[in-house]
């Protein structure tokens, strides 16, 4: 008797086991199921059943998608190989938004160049339809060459950018001293691959030469584990913290002291433009949350 209840117990637990294993699957990163492509006449397609994501821009169309999902904090990474040869005038964006005139946004965008010159990857932080705080790189790798993880952790203190792991930029949260932070609005991810050869190129000197078109971008191994938003409550508040599967410890994470040096690295050698020290720029004094030393 006790013997065959063991059984039927241990048989219950591999049927779950085996349950979760199958929900794991299903719930790995398919771009069938978690985005939509929104725009760009069939230049935008899904790939290798789900893996894969192009994006393509020739001269009369870019392409563009957006997540299903609505996200209020996350961790969230996607792997991106951008256009590759020359890209001069092409902008490949890749963000996260809230709507309306007060919107919330945190910005990748990569601006394209000759073949052999540096792409720019490019920053920014809004918040309450307030932007202006771009920070600009280069990168220490080709990104035409190969697929590299760019990330966004963002939770209630503070948003890091990442390349391959490596943090390049923190914006905190300075709402002590006054500056409004994005933590009421939940966003979607949005990407695209545009025509921008007025200003992407050395200020718009370079412009797009459309004999090399078309443009492609290319997208894989999206996964976030982040707070999806639905009718107005969030998938975090049901998870128990002590839970491993869906471990939140994201939720609070700060940088540590080797996640600070290495961001010291990026910023001494490949950053290229910081408007916390654009004075010109800002002649009645730079904003606030630039004197917070940690912010910039
Ligand atoms: C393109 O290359 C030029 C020359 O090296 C450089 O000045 C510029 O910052 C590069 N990137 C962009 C997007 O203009």
């Not at 010291?264 to 020290?277: A, D, E, G, H, P």
């Amino acid at each position: 008797m006790a013997s065959s209840h063991g059984f039927f117990l241990k048989s219950l637990f591999c049927f779950l086991v085996l349950i979760s294993l199958a929900i794991a699957t299903v719930s790995a990163s398919s771009f069938n199921q978690d985005f939509d492509i929104t725009w760009g006449d069939g230049r935008a397609k899904i790939l290798n059943n789900g893996d894969l994501l192009t994006l393509s821009l020739d001269k009369a169309s870019g392409s563009g998608f957006q997540s299903r999902h609505e996200y209020l904090f996350g961790k969230i990474d996607m792997q991106l190989k951008l256009v590759a040869g020359n890209s001069a005038g092409t902008v490949t964006a890749y963000y996260l938004s809230s709507q309306g005139p007060t919107h919330d946004e945190i910005d990748f965008e990569f601006l394209g160049n000759l073949s052999g010159d540096p792409y720019i990857l490019h920053t920014n932080v809004f918040s309450q339809g307030k932007g202006n705080r771009e920070q600009q790189f280069y990168l220490w790798f080709d990104p035409t060459a190969d697929f590299h993880t760019y990330s966004i952790l963002w939770n209630p203190q503070r948003i890091i950018f990442s390349v391959d792991g490596i943090p390049i930029r923190e914006f905190k949260n300075s709402e002590s001293i006054g500056v409004p932070f994005p933590k009421n609005q939940a966003m979607r991810i949005y990407s695209s691959l545009w025509n921008a050869d007025d200003w992407a190129t050395r200020g718009g000197l370079v412009k797009t030469d459309w004999t090399k078109a078309p443009f492609t971008a290319s997208y894989r191994n999206f996964n976030a584990n982040a707070c999806i938003m639905s009718s107005g409550s969030s998938s975090c508040d049901s998870k128990s913290p002590t839970s491993t599967t869906d471990n939140l410890q994201w939720l609070s994470q700060e940088l540590d002291s080797a996640g600070q040096e290495r961001m010291k690295w990026v910023q001494n050698n490949y950053m290229i433009y910081n408007y916390c020290t654009d004075t010109k720029r800002f002649p009645q004094g730079l904003p606030p949350e630039c004197s917070d030393t940690n912010t910039s």
